[in-house]
């Protein structure tokens, strides 16, 4: 699956507020997010830009909790990491589909990130069916049970993208929230 499909996607303006809720004011890591959220990753020294890569992705798996919580998807299941490599978060949705999210974050405007193609690509079936991803092992899921998304939060242009899969090949691109509502826009599952 190729990310660029982002770039259809509609850009959903980004609350502040959710993002500043998700922060630990006494946290030195997320102390340095701030500051790149607020004044831009060109402002953290190079360390810093390495240290907070891993906190924005928290903060954006966070994020993306509240986003679709608002939307009425609810938790099943969400990687506390550090540690196992899996999908982030496991969603039901208002019409009762199961979905599998990655999410990505970046401090860097106009960024979309990439899905990882270490081993094997993430978000594909083979990645997502691996016997070491915890959410899927944990609730006994397979790719053929479940829908795919991959969430993109940009902290520096304030928007959130989301695209969809229902067989972990290609991607749909939402373009209005209220697509979120209901999957079968996408193709339906037999």
């Not at 053929?144 to 749909?172: C, H, K, Q």
Request: glycine share 6%; net charge neutral; charged share 25%.
């Amino acid at each position: 699956m190729r990310t660029s499909v982002m770039r259809q996607s509609a850009a959903f303006p980004l609350d502040a507020a959710a993002v500043r809720g998700c922060l630990d004011p006494a946290s030195a890591s997320d102390s340095v997010f701030a500051r790149g959220w607020r004044s831009g990753p060109a402002k953290l020294t190079r360390a810093e830009r390495c240290a907070v890569a891993g906190v924005t992705g928290h903060v954006a798996e966070s994020v993306t909790e509240i986003l679709l919580d608002r939307l009425d998807w609810r938790v099943l299941w969400h990687f506390t990491g550090p540690g196992r490599h899996g999908v982030d978060l496991l969603f039901l949705t208002p019409d009762d589909k199961i979905v599998a999210v990655e999410v990505k974050g970046t401090l860097v405007a106009g960024r979309i990130p990439r899905l990882s193609r270490r081993e094997m690509t993430q978000m594909s079936t083979a990645w997502v069916d691996k016997t070491d991803n915890p959410g899927m092992s944990e609730l006994g899921l397979q790719s053929a049970d479940i829908y795919g998304a991959v969430a993109v939060i940009n902290f520096a242009d304030m928007t959130w993208r989301m695209a969809l899969t229902v067989d972990f090949s290609a991607l749909s691109p939402a373009i209005r929230v209220e697509q979120l509502a209901r999957l079968d826009w996408i193709a339906l599952k037999d």
